[in-house]
């Protein structure tokens, strides 16, 4: 397809259970951001892949979360033994190139999460 | 740490009325910035942006300055109409310190009335 994107639409899930949340970025783009949006907030920040790397997870907010990217396309984000704080509408953005950092970053449509 | 400040919403005009969003932003270095907005049921769009100091980005009629004596990047449009009501998020990247990621405000709802 033409843009970023993210299966599935919405999640609902059970306290303590995992999730897993996909992202299929543009085709050819280097970069793939993972962000997490509270309701009535803007995006915060989760991690970061420049091909299959994971560069930064600086903003995974505990080990319960994790991500990956193994082929350098599609990705793929974990949520292990889900708990109420976890609901939030999950966000992917890939952008073209590694360069001055400036190329736009294009987002999917999101996954809602919901968390029982 | 970097950061981004928006006021608060929601913003309520009538159609034809001049807009005027602020945001100011904290940041090291020289950031990227950026507005993104966000139609009701859809996804985060690229609005505009500008890559330095006095660059003024522009798209749809939307316009913002980047400001860097008052850290800002205020968005305006002359004449918003209803098809603008959406929510708007300014952002900033801090690519040249090594971070990709943005950071975003809070964001602010628009509704345009006929």
């Known amino acids: 397809g033409a843009g970023v994107s993210q299966s599935p639409r919405y999640k609902v899930a059970k306290r303590g259970q995992d999730v897993a949340l996909r992202c299929d970025p543009i085709?050819?783009?280097?970069?793939l951001f993972w962000y997490q949006q509270a309701l009535g907030q803007g995006p915060e920040f989760l991690t970061y892949?420049?091909?299959?790397?994971?560069?930064?997870k600086s903003g995974l907010p505990s080990d319960r979360f994790f991500a990956e990217r193994p082929e350098g396309s599609v990705s793929t984000l974990k949520i292990q033994r889900t708990q109420q704080e976890d609901s939030a509408v999950y966000l992917c953005?890939?952008?073209?190139?590694?360069?001055?950092?400036?190329?736009?970053?294009?987002f999917g449509d999101g996954t809602r999460l919901s968390i029982l | 740490g970097n950061s981004v400040t928006q006021m608060e919403g929601p913003v309520t005009l009538s159609e034809e009325a001049f807009l005027t969003i602020n945001c100011t932003y904290t940041?090291?270095?020289?950031?990227?910035l950026f507005w993104y907005v966000q139609y009701p049921g859809e996804g985060l769009q690229l609005l505009l942006k500008?890559?330095?100091?006095?660059d003024k980005g522009s798209n749809k009629g939307f316009e913002a300055t980047y400001r860097k004596e008052t850290t800002s990047f205020h968005l305006e449009k002359g004449s918003v109409q209803v098809s603008d009501s959406a929510v708007y998020f300014c952002?900033?990247?801090?690519?040249?310190?090594?971070?990709?990621?943005?950071?975003f405000g809070s964001g602010t709802r628009l509704q345009v009335q006929p």
């Open positions: 953005a890939s952008s073209l190139v590694e360069g001055d950092g400036n190329q736009p970053q294009h």
């Open positions: 085709s050819g783009h280097v970069s």
């Open positions: 892949f420049q091909n299959e790397a994971q560069l930064d």
């Open positions: 940041a090291t270095g020289y950031p990227s």
């Open positions: 500008a890559t330095k100091a006095d």
């Open positions: 952002a900033l990247s801090a690519s040249n310190t090594g971070r990709r990621a943005l950071t």
